[in-house]
């Protein structure tokens, strides 16, 4: 049984029950669905777009503080769980539908596989980091993207032996889709007549909840605007706060969209002359397309994007940005000869699966 609740969840569990149809008589496979994220282009987009099997159930939790949605979930998953009986439950990533899952599964003796597991930010600050760190803890098997998360993992006491380095399936998805993408590219790009544009999203609450931090950052955008486009397809979280601050955005080089399908972003994100970012993904994906890419963040739990990748930390002021995003642009620094993260190949999956199938004979 696999669990997906938010936007990211859908391009990193994807793959693998691609990979897993291959074995009918190994696995039969279930997908949950929290409700987590909901919203057509939140949710149902990416199902249609990476051809996801309709979830078995959908726990249709929605929104609610950090406490009462990981509750919540925990309430609606328990039944479900005790239902169907996986052998296995895999769940992907940091978000709270991750730990509810894996805290309901661990409980009832269900074997919890982690995708995505050993990434640390050291940042308790963020949500994100409480989830891995618990998660983490309550996993029997452990799939990491990056080595990293073995050398995090292993300091904090979990045993060698349920870690296993597999790469990151949300690149799979990335290399398997990129061919279509790019079959998008014309029409989006004449869609929002692009020329040179930097590609903006923003939603982490250190961000976007802080009116006066989130002010500035809208204040660089529109300088950088003055001597380029910007297209900023916007988070619901970041919708509304964007609003209320009342800023007049009319008129201006900055474009803002309703959150894209994962087909035009990643063609928006393939095209670009800069990401500026504080999404977990992009700081991957526009690693692995050797797009320069700029994180507005203090840190980052995915450090082989600064060290192999394109990824440069900025603070969220509006001078650093926009005197960060000025000489990436300058500097064109896009990737010709490409370097990518080990086992970034499109072939996470089936590491998993083969893992996954040892363990069950
Ligand atoms: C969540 C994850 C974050 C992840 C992000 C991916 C947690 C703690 N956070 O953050 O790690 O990076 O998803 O996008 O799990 N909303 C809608 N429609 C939707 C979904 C949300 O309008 O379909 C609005 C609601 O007002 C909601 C707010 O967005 O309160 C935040 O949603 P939530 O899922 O709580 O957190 P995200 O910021 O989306
Ligand atoms: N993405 C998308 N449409 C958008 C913005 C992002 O399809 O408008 C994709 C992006 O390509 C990546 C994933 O969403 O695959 C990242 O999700 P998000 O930034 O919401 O979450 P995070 O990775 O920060 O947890």
Not at 63 to 81: D, K, V, Y
Not at 315 to 321: D, L, P, Q
């Amino acid at each position: 049984m696999y669990v997906v609740g938010a936007r990211p969840n859908f391009m990193k569990i994807a793959p693998i029950m691609d990979e897993m149809v291959n074995f009918p008589d190994d696995f039969e496979q279930y997908l949950v669905h929290t409700g987590q994220h909901y919203d057509a282009n939140m949710s149902a987009v990416f199902f249609e777009e990476l051809g996801m099997p309709r979830p078995a159930v959908n726990l249709e939790v929605g929104s609610g503080s950090h406490a009462q949605q990981t509750a919540q979930i925990m309430q609606r998953f328990e039944p479900i769980l005790l239902e169907y009986r996986p052998d296995w439950l895999v769940v992907p990533g940091d978000v709270n539908s991750t730990l509810a899952c894996a805290l309901v599964a661990s409980k009832l003796g269900v074997k919890v596989a982690h995708v995505e597991a050993g990434l640390r930010s050291f940042d308790r600050d963020m949500p994100e980091e409480i989830n891995r760190i618990l998660t983490d803890h309550l996993s029997d098997l452990l799939f990491t993207t990056e080595p990293s998360g073995n050398v995090n993992l292993r300091r904090e006491g979990i045993a060698d032996s349920k870690v296993h380095f597999v790469g990151n399936t949300m690149i799979d998805t990335l290399v398997r889709l990129l061919p279509s993408a790019q079959v998008r590219w014309a029409s989006i790009r004449s869609q929002l007549g692009l020329e040179n544009y930097v590609l903006v999203t923003l939603h982490r609450p250190s961000n976007v909840d802080d009116p006066f931090v989130l002010s500035e950052m809208i204040h660089a955008l529109l300088e950088i605007g003055l001597a380029t486009q910007v297209v900023f397809p916007v988070h619901p979280r970041t919708r509304q706060r964007i609003a209320s601050l009342g800023i007049n955005m009319a008129d201006k080089n900055v474009m803002l969209t309703e959150p894209l399908g994962y087909l035009d972003f990643l063609a928006l994100e393939a095209n670009a002359s800069l990401v500026l970012t504080d999404s977990g993904g992009v700081q991957e994906e526009t690693t692995y397309l050797g797009v320069p890419c700029l994180t507005v963040r203090p840190n980052t739990e995915r450090p082989i994007t600064l060290t192999v990748g394109t990824n440069q930390l900025v603070s969220n002021n509006r001078e650093a940005i926009v005197a960060s995003a000025q000489s990436a642009i300058m500097l064109d620094q896009h990737r010709s000869v490409l370097v990518r993260p080990e086992l970034w190949d499109g072939f996470a999956a089936r590491r998993i699966v083969n893992v996954l199938r040892e363990m069950s004979t």
